[in-house]
């Protein structure tokens, strides 16, 4: 707003001409915007210092009752080790087999465009249906199982997505399975920015290609290993629909997360202000990566 | 005359014609009646009465019956309701899955209430599930008028009555009535160990569970991926230990979660996991009651006589019944019921709906086939196999205990964390830990205050 620097005529300087306009034409999504996300996320934050934990609505204030109450949850923690895995585990595979399915899309190989294709598929299919074609693939007695026992592994037939405590990898398996084509697809325009002049000189230098990855490949892709990171991270927040598809919250919370708990909490229990309180505490955790993601991102501009 | 929005072409089309014809016979000042002539003339009527527009528009019902008896005997049911309301479109809103019986369509039907678009008519279970989730948060309508007009209290027996009122005033119709604490077993595979008749005690049990396991057999099938059969289990081992006193005493305070015969029942429980299939927790109860009739299935199943709707829809009958052990001369009850949503969209379709369910066509139409007895006592006793004759001796003779699992005893927060405690108990083999989940539950429920 201080880049105007005179203001002429009548109006100031930063309401004439185009900025009005802009501003005319914005006002209606901007109030919406504050209205339906904002203002809905500030009512969340309400209801979950309140008691309204049944059917009967109740705007006694409480403090921080439903805030304790989740911190204490054993639920809770299990969400957090869940959210610990799952974000380990998606995150990994689609960074690591993202770069090397860009990495080898880009030696110009013959119909890249094809298995670009492929590859990026996953992608266009919803969450539940990734749920719903991994479930059956992962059931014990039928799917992979049936591929390990046919040849000859009959003693490995993991119970996937409902083995307690560490069902959450399996999840992670079906969750790449549909993300790592977009992260593929991230890496393979980082890498189609990268001017041939440099890899050429990296080269002349001396340097083997797993130098030239090395020391200038992988330091170039840094901002989309960060756009990467914070997509895939955002997604390991809100997980729902794939264990509602999978296994809901699984064998004692091996596959429950804090979307799916809140939702069972609100809808199910009828704990609404709890249900509120975990929706906030998403919110929080959210913030962690956004914000380190909309700094960047100015900086970037400003530079 | 203005057709009804959601009217049909064709609907509208007869209705124009016959307005026409009307008009041409200056006969338009004599109110058509309700049922006198075609559908075209009640329809033509709708300006003229109230009743004609009844049976227009759409009924919408909410229920998670969507597997094999379940379907059939709902479209059995929905086929009386259309002999009677043939022009009215029924929108069959079903859902299956969910932690808790019908949980995904519990936390829909939750989301369409709260935002004030109730479906028509939805399925509930009779007692506290639909009382505490949806009369005392005011959102549902009582139905003594409709219960005076039907004649339905003298034709349901009190003690189910008392189970479906809330403040004096019935809240809903059952359409049903199902027996939670039933163990299904083969004979063919208990004679091979040596037991002619099935077990009537838990140490009885124990004796032939092992002797089965000693055989390779897989003594009780469970299918525990959506965290309800453990919990279906346990309501009868509680009912088995404490007995139907103490049993209900659980629900008005009287009797502590902390009472060391719970702690009896969770040990006996968490002793029948040893010897049931491997895969318990990855395979749904559907898929256990489907591999009854083979060789690699379970010799025993604890589970409500719906299981033997699904194994007459298969076909098989090698099997038998008796109460859980322990349970002899005890009734663990549960009903599904429909009930009336304040704004229904139809109300008067829902009403219609609500009159089919209670009556004698309606339960005689359902029952049969989805296996289980109907709630009015004046049914045709011989549309009804030896299963179902039996289970209608004794619900006349036995004590009647509400079952939790399915709704009829507790609210649902309470129904959800129970079903936690009972499956942290299927994972982690953990009474102590089992227990004190449950007893911090009872506490949030707060029973007998």
Known sequence: ????????????????????????????????????????????????????????????????????????????????????????????????????????????????????????????????VTGVAWRWLMHPSSGLNLIFASIGLENFQPAWFATPRHGMWAVTIAAAWQFTGYVMALYLAGLRGIPAELREAAAIDGAGSIAIYRYVIIPLLMPVTFIAIVLTGMNSIRVFDLVTAMGGSGPAFATDTLAYNMYQTTFGSYRFSLGAAIASFMILLSMFLVIPYLRSMRQEIER | MQPHSLMKRRQFLQA??????????????????????????????????????????????FSWWTTGGEVEALNALYAVYSAEHPDVEIINAALAGGAGQ??????????????????????????????????????????????????FGDVFPQDLIDIASYDGHPWSVPVNIHRSNILWYRPDKLEAVGFDAPPATWDEYFDLADRLAAEGMVALGMGDVNQTQSGHNFESIL???????????????????????????????????DNANPDRLSVVNGDVVSAFP????????????????????????????????????????????????????????????????????????????????????????????????????????????????????????????????????????????AQAMLVTAAEDAAFGQ
């Open chain 1, 1 to 128: 707003m201080a880049a105007s620097p005179h203001a002429r005529g009548g109006r100031p300087g930063w309401l004439r001409g185009d900025r009005l306009i802009a501003l005319l034409v914005l006002s209606p999504s901007i109030f919406l915007v504050g209205l339906f996300i904002y203002g809905f996320i500030g009512w969340t934050f309400y209801i979950s210092t309140v008691d309204w934990n049944s059917v009967v609505e109740n705007y006694d204030f409480v403090g921080l009752k439903n805030w304790t109450r989740l911190v204490n949850d054993a639920r809770f923690h299990s969400d957090l080790r869940n959210h610990l895995i799952y974000a380990a585990g998606f995150m990994s595979q689609c960074l690591i087999l993202g770069f090397i399915l860009a990495t080898l899309l880009d030696q110009k190989i013959k119909s890249e465009a094809v298995f670009r294709t492929i590859f990026i598929f996953p992608f266009a299919v919803s969450g539940i």
């Open chain 2, 294 to 433: 083979t060789d690699e299935g379970a010799a025993m199943i604890i589970s409500g006589d719906w299981a033997h709707g699904q194994l007459k829809a298969i076909g098989y009958d090698g099997y038998h019944w008796a109460p859980v052990p322990g349970t002899e001369g005890m009734f663990m009850v549960l009903s599904d019921s429909f009930g009336l949503p304040q704004g229904a969209p139809n109300r008067e379709n829902a009403l219609n709906f609500l009159r089919a369910c209670g009556s004698k066509e309606g339960q005689d139409a359902f029952n049969p086939i989805k296996g289980s007895i109907p709630a009015r006592t004046d049914a045709d006793q011989s549309l009804y196999d030896e299963y179902q004759l039996e289970a209608i001796a004794d619900f006349g003779s036995n004590t009647l205990v509400p079952s939790i699992q399915h709704g009829a005893a507790t609210k649902q927060s309470f129904l959800l964390d129970y079903d936690f405690a009972t499956n942290d108990l299927a994972v982690n083999r953990d009474v102590a830990q």
């Open chain 2, 102 to 151: 019908g949980g995904n369509m519990k936390a829909l039907l939750e989301t369409r209430m709260l935002g004030g678009e109730p479906p028509d008519s939805f399925q509930v279970h009779l007692g506290r599930e639909l009382i505490d989730s949806h009369v005392i948060g005011d959102r549902m309508d009582p139905l003594d008028e409709l219960y005076a007009e039907e004649g």
């Open chain 2, 239 to 273: 009912l088995a230990v404490l007995g139907p006193e103490a049993y209900r005493g659980l629900f008005d305070g009287s009797v502590g979660w902390d009472d060391a015969r719970v702690t009896e029942a969770l040990e006996i429980l968490s002793r029948t996991y």
């Open chain 2, 16 to 61: 124009m014609g016959a307005g026409i014809a009307a008009s041409a016979l200056a006969a338009c000042a004599v109110p058509v009646e309700q049922g006198a002539g075609t559908s075209a003339g009640t329809t033509a009527g709708s300006d003229a009465g109230e009743g004609a527009a009844t049976d227009a528009g759409s009924l919408e019902i």
